[in-house]
């Protein structure tokens, strides 16, 4: 096959009128080919995609180059920073042999820029707090990181039902506890019975033990006010897109709970943003790092709500590109929504890897110029298969590609630079204050001492109106037995006695004095 030939059918894919990004150069033969250079256009890129790679095979700068690339064209970028190493893009990077080597084979001039970063944490210490309200989470998002069961889920969801329906806000863990306390086992629990059906106490009390295990993980912050505004993320400075960053470097021991949050910033993003139709440029670029973590013991209710929105954000003008190590990570529903694929070698060591290289070739369109399933395995660090969609929709033809390198710095800020970028943002200082509204709480406490003051003081009625009628019961009996015609003729003859005994009338009584009675 002919150089020529190569050379036409990558410019004549990759070549757009349109603004693009620049992910690197063809390889033929061996060769890089600066002529043939591969151009993803931007308003494809709500066509979501895939960046796969095994370990160290450079995934990590490939989305680095691709974040850096958005900014500059003045789309924002969210992405996780799985292991604390992306905040050097905050920083212009340095020239080396290296890097001059593989600009000169690309045809490009290697020029160190920075990009405007905001560093963003779970726990708060290594970046702006991002948080989420219970109820923004929703049952789904939420039943996923607690592990809840089925019936454990339908509970969840009652809860949240009966929230929504009087107007409960369930902003943090205290709130949700609170709820659930009252629906199961306080005056809630017979209120909820015909409208929503019972909550036992073994479930109830199974949740509440998941929700205090989560707390005790140190992550509970994550829950609550002043919550993220999904607007912050769509910033530009300069003309350039943010790229927002979030640091999970100290929370990598719970993935479910990062995982999660990110799916729910996603799921925030569709909900809030108006329809956009089809630009030339999307408003939004969100990386779903280690994406086999949301995926792994799923249940259907989560797979559901992640299909249904990666299926419709892409009208809202944001697009989402999967990172993860193998094509099969990604259940099949969702890998045939991500239409621009960028595949780092494959480690083909065992029975099941080779399956999962013939698999993974089966998703790219065939490719006159490559023996695919051998090529998969010899691509060296800094490079890809890659496929992308043309600015008509069409798949691009399948080409192995030298990429760039970053402009920024790869690797992280040094201690001292992090803690001064952190004090210099804005949002940094917005989100460290924490907010603590009337809330499901608050508003059931007030509730349930209303109704235990309630209750004491009908006691106390009760108890009142008990001793009057007593004392009316007693009088009426005394009256009762003073009125009877027995009572009245020994009354008689009692009072004949008195009398007599006083004024003598009575002989026997005279007899009795005589006798030594009571005179």
Sequence with gaps: MSREKFLQAIQQSYTTPLPSIFLGAGIFDGEIMAGAKVNLPLRMMNRHGLVTGATGSGKTRTLQLMAEQLSAAGVPVFMPDMKGDLSGMAKEGAANDKINERATALGIQFTPSGFPVELYSLSGKKGAQMRAT???????????????NEVQSGVLAVVFKYADDKNLPIVDLNDLKKVLNYLSE?????????????????????????IVALEQQGVSQIFGERSFDIQDMLDKVDGRGVISVLNVSDVQQQPAIFSTFMLALLAELYQQLPEAGDLDKPKLIFFLDEAHLLFKDAPKAFMDQIEQVIRLIRSKGVGVFFCTQLTQDVPATILSQLGNRVHHVIRAFTPNDVKALKETIKTFPKSEFY???????????????ITVLNEKGIPTETVVTHLAPPASMMGPLDASEYESHLQQSDLFKKYQETVDPQSAFEILEERMNAQQQAAQQKAEEKTAAKQTTSRRQEKSTFEEVLSSPVTKQVGKEIVRGVFGMLFGTTPRRRTSRRSGGFF
């Design 134 to 148: 219970v109820t923004e989470f929703g049952p789904v998002l939420l039943g996923k990181i607690l592990e809840l």
């Design 371 to 385: 023996d695919m399933e051998q090529q998969f395995t010899q691509l060296g660090t800094g490079q890809a298969f």
């Design 186 to 210: 306080g005056a809630g629990a017979q209120e909820i019975k015909a409208d929503y059906g019972k909550i036992s106490g073994a479930t109830s009390g199974t949740i509440l033990r998941k």
